[in-house]
């Protein structure tokens, strides 16, 4: 009687002890999911976010520096070949250094070549346009300063200029490449682009 017993406070145990792991397995998987959803949800949440944030950003890109009219890319393209010409002239008597000369006398040659260029795909615009090559205000005082030095500093503020006014027009031609409302010029930007680009890596050489 006394072994029965003892067998079935065993088998009682034994059966307690499964019910208890399976419990214990079904707490874990239950945890394991909920733990996974949460996550799940949480990444899904923070790439919703991030992609708004990105678009809001591209968003207000866009209205702080929107794509300009075919008109104003070719004013902005003409007046920025104008300054590189004239600065570049100013080079030839200004400057110290044979490096910077040469590369004043590649400027002159190839923005002349893109103020070409320019024009060319203008008059394909319909209605014409005609480019506008004015210096602005600010254009002049930098070119009026710059005509204020000479030797060493001459070459310091002129190769300094050429980086930031490469810069600009560098995104000016990408970005009218990309967006621009005219064929004709959106054609001649893509062409210019990388020249400008090639330009910019030679005053970074310089610079250094």
Request: hydrophobic fraction near 40%; proline fraction near 3%; include cysteine.
């Amino acid at each position: 009687m006394n072994a029965k017993l003892s067998f079935g406070a065993i088998a009682l145990i034994a059966a307690l002890g499964a019910c208890s792991q399976k419990s214990q397995d079904t707490t874990t998987n239950a945890v394991t999911d909920i733990g996974s959803d949460i996550s799940n949800t949480t990444s899904n949440a923070v790439d919703t976010a991030t992609s708004a944030t990105s678009n809001a950003l591209d968003a207000a890109g866009n209205a702080l520096n929107p794509t300009p009219t075919g008109q104003e890319f070719a004013d902005k393209a003409a007046k920025s070949d104008a300054f590189e010409i004239a600065a570049a002239k100013l080079a030839k008597t200004n400057a110290e250094s044979a490096d910077v000369k040469k590369f004043a006398a590649t400027m002159i040659e190839a923005h002349t070549g893109s103020t070409a260029k320019i024009k060319a795909a203008a008059a394909k615009a319909t209605p014409a346009i005609k480019p506008d090559p004015t210096l602005t205000s600010d254009l002049q005082s930098k070119l009026d300063d710059l005509g204020k030095l000479k030797g060493a500093d001459f070459d310091k503020a002129y190769i300094d200029g050429q980086v930031s006014a490469h810069e600009d027009a560098l995104s000016l031609m990408k970005s009218y490449a990309d967006k621009g409302d005219t064929p004709s010029l959106k054609t001649a930007a893509g062409e210019i682009a990388p020249k400008v680009q090639e330009h910019l890596d030679m005053a970074k050489k310089l610079k250094k």
